[in-house]
């Protein structure tokens, strides 16, 4: 068998950190490259890196995603040590730069609306231009492959949304920045999978929803949640759905236990 490469992007902390170490752990085969904003102050991601069993498997680099040359940068060395992509998760988010959701209309400012949509949304729809071609030369090896040749796949993108960005699912109102970033990362995981689904060499982009997950970024609303999961739980549901996904689900917005979820 041959070494996998899975790229997660947002690597530094919570739902993004965790696939680092699931995926480092559960097979020997995997080699993750985890871009962060600041690696040299991502302490968890650094202590991950210094556990000799994964050290020469973890390779971090440094993405900001709204820095666009980050982003062009880090394709390049990829393209130039790895070749390919397998498997790149987009999990960069805020919930707002305020660490709060806005409750109403007058909470709203244009500075809080774009920089949310820059990191949640913009950020992952530009590594999917810069990374497309790597991934449409990956293995095909996460992910379920048809019998038929023509609906085979090549890598599988996922970015990391939220069920508040479904605008069917929308009956409270509130958080228009945060719901707004998620329903356009869920157009751009759309538009992806049209244009990433055409050629010979094809990638699944699928919006995944994890659950209410004990990170830094739910803290303020704990006390309210009904089944709070850790990052650990969270992450092994989302890769038993990416494990599940084919060709035929590529376009779609599914929860962590593979419900499908309304735009
Ligand atoms: N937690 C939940 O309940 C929940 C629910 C639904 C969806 N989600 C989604 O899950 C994803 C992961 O969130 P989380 O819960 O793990 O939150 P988190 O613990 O707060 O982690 C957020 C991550 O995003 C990174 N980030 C922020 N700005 C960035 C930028 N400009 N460039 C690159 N990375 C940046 C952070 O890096 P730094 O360390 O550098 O700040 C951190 O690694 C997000 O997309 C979030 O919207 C979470």
Redesign the pocket.
């Known amino acids: 068998m041959s070494k996998t490469i899975a790229l997660i ?10 696939f680092c170490r699931t995926l480092l752990a559960r097979e020997s085969l995997v080699h993750v490259i985890a ?4 690696p040299d ?2 302490s968890d991601l650094l202590a991950l890196k210094n556990n000799q069993n994964v050290s020469d498997r973890l390779n971090i680099l440094q ?5 666009e040359s ?1 982003i062009k940068v880090a394709a390049e060395l990829v393209e130039d040590q790895y070749g390919r992509v397998d498997l790149l998760v ?6 707002h730069p305020s660490g709060r959701g806005e409750t109403s209309l007058k909470d709203v400012t244009l500075e809080g609306l774009q920089n949310t949509c ?3 949304a913009f ?1 992952p729809l530009l590594m999917g231009k810069h990374f497309g071609k790597l991934l449409m030369k990956g293995s095909g090896s996460f992910g379920v492959q048809s019998e038929n040749s023509k609906e085979q796949h090549n890598g599988i993108l996922i ?6 960005g479904s605008i069917t699912d929308n009956g409270l109102g509130g958080w228009y920045s ?1 719901r707004l ?2 329903s356009a ?1 869920n157009m751009a995981t759309k538009n992806l999978s049209i244009e990433l689904g055409r050629g010979k060499n094809k990638v699944i982009c699928v919006s995944l ?10 803290r303020p ?1 704990h006390k309210n ?1 009904k089944t ?2 850790s ?1 650990e739980e ?1 992450v092994s549901k989302l890769l038993n759905v990416i494990d599940s996904l084919s060709l035929n689900d590529s376009g779609k917005f599914y929860t962590y236990d593979r419900q499908l979820l309304p735009f």
Do not use: M, W
């Open positions: 992007q947002g690597a530094s902390r919570g739902v993004g950190l965790q871009t962060c904003r600041s102050t991502a993405v900001n995603v709204e820095n980050h987009n999990c960069s988010g805020i919930l820059s990191i949640n950020g970015n990391i949304s939220a069920k508040v945060y970033s998620k990362l929803h994890p659950g209410t997950v004990d990170t830094d970024l739910s609303y949640v709070l999961f990052t969270s």
